[in-house]
């Protein structure tokens, strides 16, 4: 005899919960989640950072993953390919992530101040070759004294990979891997929006395909 889905899982929930209540009726010590924890009430909303979050919208996420898509691959090894085709590379992205920073900080009357740490990184394991490699950075300084050494870390790598970890140029699209990371740009639009005490530094990092430690990348 079959049972539909829905009724064979509600049987199982109330099995459950018929389970439970006969454990505790009978002098087995309730949960210690019963006994111990206190309900937490929910903070009340922040208008300035709802005001923020309402400035960032499904569209402006979906551009900015379709946009890195476009450079076709972002593997980190392509800076050294002199013969892509325009606008392809990971090199084109590092420019476009600069430019989207530089933008932002336009729109926001020079909040940000941004920055390109370029380095070559020598030759190790998964870089066959001495290789150009550059991290993107911005930082959207706070306005309280007290916590200006105070400094909040957003960071996503921009670069992405195939199968194979040394294809410089094979497609390697990386929407979610991590175009959907770099998305965190948008934060600083938001952020940009509201008084904030402390400072925050952006950074859009590439190599971390290749597995290499981000503090091999110098900072400023």
């Known amino acids: 005899m079959s049972f539909p889905q829905t009724v064979l899982r509600c049987g199982f929930s109330l099995a459950v919960f018929v ?3 006969i454990g505790t009726s009978i002098g087995q010590t309730p949960p210690d989640f019963l006994l111990n924890a206190t ?3 929910p ?8 005001r923020a979050l309402r400035t960032i919208q499904p569209a402006q ?3 900015t993953i379709e946009s890195l898509v476009g450079f076709g691959t972002r593997n980190t090894l392509s800076s050294m390919e002199k013969d892509l085709p325009p606008g392809q590379g990971v090199s084109a992205a590092a420019d476009w992530v600069a430019g989207q920073f530089d933008q932002i900080s336009k729109d926001c009357g020079g909040c940000l101040e941004v920055h390109r740490d370029t380095f070559t990184e020598p030759v190790a394991d998964r870089i066959p070759q001495p290789t150009t490699i550059s991290n993107i950075y911005a930082i959207l300084r706070g306005t309280d004294p007290v916590q200006a050494k105070r400094m909040v870390l957003v960071t996503g790598h ?7 970890v040394l294809d410089a140029r094979g497609t390697a699209p990386g929407a979610n891997d991590d175009a959907s990371g770099v998305m ?4 600083e639009q938001a952020a ?11 950074r859009r990092g590439a190599g971390l395909e290749r597995l290499q430690p981000f503090s091999q990348a110098r900072e400023k």
Request: with cysteine; glycine share 2%; aromatic share 8%.
């Open 192 to 202: 940009s929006s509201f008084d904030r005490g402390f400072r925050c530094r952006r």
């Open 39 to 41: 309900p937490v009430t």
């Open 61 to 63: 996420i979906e551009k």
């Open 158 to 164: 921009y670069d992405s990979r195939n199968t194979n």
């Open 19 to 21: 389970c439970a209540s």
């Open 43 to 50: 903070a009340p909303s922040d208008p300035a950072i709802a």
């Open 184 to 187: 965190r740009a948008r934060a």
